[in-house]
């Protein structure tokens, strides 16, 4: 069984910059496959980016060039490195495992706004 915890969400303003952690406790986290994905308000929940355990990268159009995922499998955990941040980033961000059955986390509230 996989537990997930997100952290590194908050207050923003426009343009500036988070860093969302996921960390899970695994022994085999090497071998996950790992989704960040936000869900805003009356939204459905879309993904942000997804790692492999390979190091392949996947991002949402909306964020390609301003958010960077990546994996210490050291620490089992993924982080999502969030830049120049807009107003519609504001969302909880929730990493995901992606295996049958998947895992969440509880998520992280990340606010963008003056």
């Known amino acids: 069984q996989v537990q997930l915890v997100e952290s590194g969400g908050g207050l923003v303003q426009p343009g500036g910059s988070l860093r969302l952690s996921c960390e899970a406790t695994?022994?085999?986290?090497?071998?996950?496959?790992v989704a960040w994905y936000r869900q805003a308000p009356g939204n459905e929940r879309e993904l942000v980016a997804r790692i492999s355990y390979t190091g392949i990268r996947n991002y949402a159009d909306s964020v390609k060039g301003r958010f960077t995922i990546s994996r210490d499998n050291a620490k089992s955990t993924v982080y999502l490195e969030m830049n120049s941040l807009k107003s519609e980033d504001t969302a909880v961000y929730y990493c995901?495992?992606?295996?049958?059955?998947?895992?969440w986390g509880q998520g992280t509230q990340v606010t963008v706004s003056s």
């Open positions: 995901n495992v992606e295996r049958t059955p998947a895992y």
């Open positions: 695994s022994s085999i986290f090497s071998v996950f496959v």
